[in-house]
């Protein structure tokens, strides 16, 4: 299944192995005086991100539409950053055991290649970590601070001072990044000084929104896979007020994923300026 062929659709027609697709994107090179931020959702043909767990109760990343070989290029992506993005609600979900595995896919087999291309480019071996809450209401997994990276949290004014201490004293640096919620620049500037380069968000759509409202998502990955799922309530990628200027993301790059026995296809597709 990894090892069946792309179409790439645009800029020019090819086809093109899946493994290696996104390291080719070289994202590394993008980082300027400002950090480079990307993320990457997987979603079905109506738009859906998420969808009710029907038996954990909450959303989750429709299991019908996640798929192995989008999970191969989402490691693609990931692998390059200095820092992934999750949240308060990621750690809760870990915690009650319903969430997709993002703290310790470098242990998974399949992924070996990728743990050898960071050595090779002189990396960590796996990216640090930045938790953005307002809440800070999440417990911490062990598998949270495994492996000696470092873990950050980015908070706002509305968080409590008893808990950021615990949480120091328990994960690492607490940063405060906004009054009432984080804000995206402040928050990018803020990594930058901590010295991140390369940003990749594995979170959802409201962190994608604090992003993109501010101005500092530079590229979206999205997978498209063509399914309809209808339901309601659902997330789709972006979640917050109305944007005060619309934002443009120009497409990239595009790739065709074929229909195999029991899946119907995907597009893989990359927005963005840079
Ligand atoms: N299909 C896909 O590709 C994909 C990708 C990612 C996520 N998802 C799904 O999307 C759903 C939501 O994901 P998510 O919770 O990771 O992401 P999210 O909706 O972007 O973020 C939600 C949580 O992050 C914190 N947060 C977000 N923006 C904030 C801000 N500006 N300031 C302070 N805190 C902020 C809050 O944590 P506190 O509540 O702790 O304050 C909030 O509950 C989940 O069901 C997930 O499975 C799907």
Known sequence: ??????????????TVALAGLY???D???LAGAQPFVYANFVASLDGRIAVPDMVKGGLKVPMNIANARDWRLFQELAIQADLIITTGRYLRDYAAGKAQEILRVYDDPRFTDLKAWRTAHG???QPDLVVISSSLDFPVPDALTQGGRRVLIVTDGRAAAPRIRELEAQVGQVFVAGNSQVEGRRFVELMAG?????IYSAAGPKIAHMLLADGVLDRLYLTQVSRVLGGAPFSSIVEGPLLARAIDLPLRTLYYDAASEGF????FGCYGKK
Request: proline share 9%.
């Open 1 to 14: 299944m990894i090892d069946a062929a792309l179409t790439q659709l645009f800029p020019h027609s090819a």
């Open 264 to 267: 119907p296809g995907q597009l």
């Open 23 to 25: 390291l080719a994107h």
């Open 194 to 198: 901590q010295g991140y380069r390369i």
């Open 123 to 125: 990396l960590t071996p």
């Open 27 to 29: 994202l590394r090179r």
